[in-house]
């Protein structure tokens, strides 16, 4: 009769208490079973949680998983919880490869462990294990007997071939079975996505789980097959030597992909926190697609089966992953399990880190890749905000500008020398022509704007180093914005930041930072009046004018972009 583990007889219950305390969580445990039914061929793999409520307190009472792979034949049935036995022992092709992780799972979860299988066209063989601290004979494993499961069991496996295995005595689950089950859907979603992209369906409490895949370029069995693609940025292979024991040679390698890629744009609207614009819809798109807070991650596939999510700490070679951009920015590593020495993977699949020399290499490969897109998405939210403020004011002629425009109504000025003697229709018409063409439908309301509000901004963008342009009408001027000039998205990002804030300690960063705004528009300007030709008539001050507020610009747009610095 096999053993479940080999240990002295006086050692046993030592060895077990020491066995339970394995670093697998709930769905680490759960995804040793899995491996094992993809590993066996599974295409379908069933999971049922059964839960009850004992005094108003929820339990899980047992779980289920089953299968319609190839199925053990009786003596594979029999030692199937040996620890230490597996018909494909270091067999690297596969998922699994130590023979320990079964066992060692649901030992950590739970205290009996029943499996059936049976062969194409054969019958059903079972075994169980219980290592219950009152149960005189925990460390062995009954011959495996011909017992058929119940109809509701046999319904988790195939028709002609399968495994069922049921866990039960949970004496160590992690919370709430509702928020425990909750996660585990997420959490498969992701680890098996690539399982999920070629067919194997997984259906846990008859639902079929989705694939979450944070690079965003298969979104077919997603449950939301109807999104737009990522973009691949670029996918580069890293050569890499494989582990010694399977090397035919010294120089025998063999390549670690690496692929960077950026999220579509409708999944990074509004800066992408749900907090700048259109809050409840940002919000909800990201809930519904789990892309919540713990979003951020690399994703690291051994023979496509994720064994790690999140930042391997610490992370060498100058680029920092863990930063509000790269959650749109997909970032995975995929290797063969021939380079697991390299991964430093363990007999359970989880906290699979590079090593550092290889961190070193990854960082050199792809680091430049990671922060291209992290500047995309940059790029896009500012873009968002400047047509987000343009967009609202296209419905009147608001600008969003009146206190200020008031306050230089009130004022008045010296005699006016650019506009003296030049046509009031043309200078009207050129000050329109400042408007964007929703805006100039409306010329009667903008005219009369003009004549009792002098002085008007309004919003727009286009590519240049002029952070405004101005057009004088008789009494005023009209000034346009470019709010693609970096000094208008680092005021529009302090104002976001400022009305959303409520922690002193950045509220007072935050009035820093406009202060120094502040005083580069006035440094900038004094080193563009330095910087100015002297040499221009009094009759092209126009120019001259022109020629200024374009160095102030270039000024300005070097001096913003030092900011952060």
């Not at 010294?250 to 950026?262: G, Q, R």
């Not at 967009?391 to 000025?413: F, L, R, V």
């Not at 008007?456 to 693609?484: C, H, P, R």
């Not at 001259?544 to 102030?552: H, I, K, Q, Y």
Request: proline share 4%.
């Amino acid at each position: 009769m096999p053993s479940l583990i080999s240990a002295d007889e006086t050692l046993i219950d030592q060895q077990i208490r020491s066995e339970r305390e394995s670093d697998f969580d709930s769905n680490s445990a759960y995804g040793e079973v899995i491996d094992n039914s993809i590993q066996a061929g599974a295409k379908n793999i069933k999971i049922i949680f059964d839960t009850k409520l004992v005094k108003k307190k929820e339990i899980l009472e047992s779980i289920a998983f089953g299968d319609d792979g190839d199925g053990m034949p009786p003596e594979i049935v029999e030692n199937c919880l040996t620890q230490g036995f597996s018909s494909r022992y270091n067999d690297r092709s596969g998922i699994g490869r130590f023979g320990v992780g079964m066992t060692k799972a649901f030992m950590n979860q739970c205290l009996v462990c029943e499996v059936y299988s049976k062969e194409k066209n054969k019958d059903w063989h079972y075994t169980k294990v219980d290592i219950s601290p009152e149960n005189k004979n925990k460390n062995e494993i009954p011959p495996a007997v011909k017992k058929n499961p119940s109809d509701k069991l046999e319904k988790l496996a195939g028709k002609n071939s399968g495994t069922i295995v049921i866990w039960s005595n949970h004496d160590k689950q992690d919370g709430k079975p509702s928020d425990l089950i909750k996660d585990f859907k997420i959490w498969a979603g992701r680890t098996f996505r690539k399982f999920i992209f070629k067919g194997v369906k997984l259906i846990v409490d008859k639902e079929e789980i989705k694939s979450i895949d944070p690079t965003f370029m298969n979104v077919k069995t997603s449950q939301f097959p109807e999104d737009k693609k990522g973009e691949i940025i670029q996918s580069v292979e890293i050569p890499w030597p494989i582990d010694p024991e399977k090397r035919k040679s010294s120089n025998d390698v063999e390549n670690i992909i690496v692929t960077i890629t950026l999220a579509p744009t409708h999944l990074r609207e509004g800066r992408g926190d749900a907090k700048y614009a259109n809050a409840a819809k940002f919000a909800k798109i990201q809930k519904e697609r789990h892309m919540d807070e713990d979003w951020h991650g690399v994703s690291i596939m051994r023979n496509d089966r994720e064994v790690f999510f999140g930042y391997p700490h610490p992370w060498t070679g100058g680029i920092n992953l863990n930063q509000p951009r790269g959650r749109w920015v997909g970032f995975e590593i995929s290797f063969s399990a021939n380079h697991d020495k390299s991964f430093v993977v363990k007999n359970i699949k989880t906290g699979a880190k590079p090593i550092r020399e290889l961190k070193r290499a990854i960082s050199a490969a792809a680091g430049h890749l990671f922060k291209n897109g992290c500047e995309k998405v940059t790029e896009q939210w500012e873009k968002y905000a400047a047509d987000y403020i343009i967009e609202q004011k296209k419905s009147g002629t608001s600008t969003g500008h009146e206190d200020a425009e008031n306050i230089a109504k009130g004022q008045k000025g010296p005699k006016d020398r650019l506009t003296e003697g030049k046509n009031e229709k043309e200078l009207a018409n050129t000050a329109l022509e400042m408007l964007n063409e929703k805006e100039r439908q409306a010329r009667a309301a903008w005219e009369a704007k003009f004549k009792s509000q002098p002085y008007t901004i309004v919003d727009s963008e286009w590519k240049g180093d002029d952070f405004v342009q101005i057009a004088y009408t008789k009494d005023g001027a009209v000034m346009k914005y470019n709010l693609s000039h970096p000094l208008h998205k680092e005021i529009i990002s302090i104002s976001a930041s400022m009305e959303n804030e409520s922690d002193p300690e950045k509220l007072k960063l935050n009035a820093k930072r406009l202060k120094v705004v502040n005083d580069l528009i006035l440094l900038s300007f004094c080193k563009a009046e330095k910087q100015n030709d002297d040499s221009l008539e009094i009759s092209n001050t126009e120019d001259f004018l022109e020629d200024l507020r374009l160095n102030w610009g270039r000024y300005l747009k070097r001096y913003v972009k030092d900011i952060k610095d």
